[in-house]
């Protein structure tokens, strides 16, 4: 690769061990993937957070990485922990499990990284604009940042993220090149698509079928000429889950598709969706008891959070529900949170449903009205799924029971 001179001497340890080491990975990268050079970076969103995930191992890495003096120099937010990082002895997590996730979040603070513990960082400050360069890590947040606000980043690892916040670079390839921007298949969407739900199945099924190239969506009905922001997070959310799609496009809507920016291949082929019915069936189970509720993933907006509290209104919950949202957002929401806890919910920060401990405090079913959580709970947290829209998710909420 050919570097500069500042990243010269950042290669060969001249700033630091850390950053050293930050640069090493990189160059390695790079070389991989055939990039030329590196190119500077105007923020990172660094995944990797959870106890869980990481274990002591990670614990470990990370550790040695901020005693080699390691600091980002551009502004970095972190992704969800383990746990609410105060609340997490009211929703029950093990001591042993909160006292070594505070040590995960100290390492990444002493690295100068905010910790905001959202996947949505673009809710709460981290917002790129149009073509600016970035390196996130998160699959549900770089698909919004390449696809809805149209910033350039790659699917990147939590430490290859790390790494770009350290070294202020990221080594230009993929997404970051205008070339590989193009759709390679087009998808003709011919059903109601409406709630977060049913764009939450939509992404279910295009990831399935397309794995991890790039769609170019076109919403054949009029009901979806305005496509909320809300509901363009859980659709990039579900495909990023089920196929690893980093970047799409919808005609008219997204900004790389927008003012007759076909932004397509040649030879792109085409398929068409005619309804949602298999992706409700893949992503539910047949339980019928619901003990535990999720909603908020990603993280839950300030719109989506007005919703529940209307829905919640004069009632009480009986499965726990949680309603996962950035720490900010939930500032953000002012009364909303005393309205919707009246309900005996539980609005959750830093964290959420599948990278908590969800396993060790008992829960056996869960609904959900995110097409990502329902893909991801049954391997990661061992739990039989009822999928469907928020209505119906609250109503289980109340009364304990998925009813069709
Ligand atoms: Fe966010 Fe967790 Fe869903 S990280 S996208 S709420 S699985």
């Known amino acids: 690769m050919n570097l500069t001179k500042k990243e010269k001497s950042m290669l060969d340890g001249e700033q630091g061990e850390g950053i050293q080491k930050a640069m090493e990975i990189l160059v390695a990268l790079g070389e991989i993937y055939g990039a030329e050079r590196m190119i500077e970076i ?3 969103q660094v995944a990797g957070v959870s106890y869980k995930n990481l274990g002591d191992a990670g614990l470990e890495f ?25 609340e997490w002895k009211r929703l029950g997590i093990p001591d042993g499990f909160a006292e070594k996730q505070l040590m995960v979040v100290k ?3 002493r690295m100068g990284i905010k910790p905001t513990c959202t996947c949505t960082p673009y809710l709460v400050g981290n917002l790129p604009v149009f073509g600016d360069h970035i390196a996130w890590s998160e699959s549900s947040a770089v698909s919004y940042a390449n696809s809805v606000i149209g910033a350039r980043t790659n699917r990147e690892s939590g430490i290859s993220a790390l ?15 205008e070339e590989n921007r193009k759709a390679g298949l087009i998808v003709d969407i011919e059903c109601d698509v409406e709630s977060i739900s049913d764009f939450g199945a939509l ?39 089920s196929g690893a799609i980093a ?19 040649d030879d792109a082929e085409r398929i068409i969706i005619e309804d949602l019915s298999e992706g409700y069936s893949a992503l539910n189970s047949d339980v019928t008891e619901i003990d535990f509720v999720a909603i908020g993933c990603p993280h839950a907006s300030l719109n989506e959070l007005k919703k529940i509290s209307n829905l919640l209104k ?7 529900l949680w309603i996962t949202t950035a720490r900010k957002t939930k500032g953000m929401a002012g009364g909303l949170v005393k309205e919707i806890e009246k309900s005996g919910a539980h609005i959750v920060s830093d964290t959420c449903m599948i990278v908590a401990p969800i396993e060790k405090l008992g829960f056996r079913n869960m609904a959900t009205n995110a097409g990502k959580a329902a893909f991801y709970a049954p391997s990661h947290c061992g739990l039989n799924v009822r ?7 609250i109503e289980a909420a109340v009364t304990g029971r998925w009813e069709w």
Request: proline share 4%; charged share 25%.
């Open 247 to 265: 970047l799409y496009h919808v005609h008219e809507v997204t900004p790389e598709a927008k003012k007759g920016n076909i932004n397509i291949i």
């Open 314 to 320: 004069n009632k009480k919950v009986r499965a726990e």
């Open 387 to 393: 999928f469907g829209s928020l209505e119906k998710c």
């Open 62 to 86: 990370l550790k040695e990485w901020t005693e080699k003096g390691a600091m980002v120099r551009v502004p970095t937010t972190l992704n969800p922990a383990g746990m609410d990082l105060r």
């Open 107 to 109: 390492a990444y603070e």
């Open 163 to 177: 790494a770009s916040a350290i070294t202020g670079r990221t080594p230009e390839y993929g997404y970051h090149l």
């Open 42 to 44: 105007k923020s990172a």
């Open 203 to 241: 992404g279910y099924m295009i990831g399935r079928k397309i794995g991890n190239s790039i769609p170019y969506l076109y919403f054949k009905n009029k009901k979806n000429k305005n496509i909320s922001q809300d509901q363009l997070k859980t659709l990039g959310a579900s495909m990023a889950a």
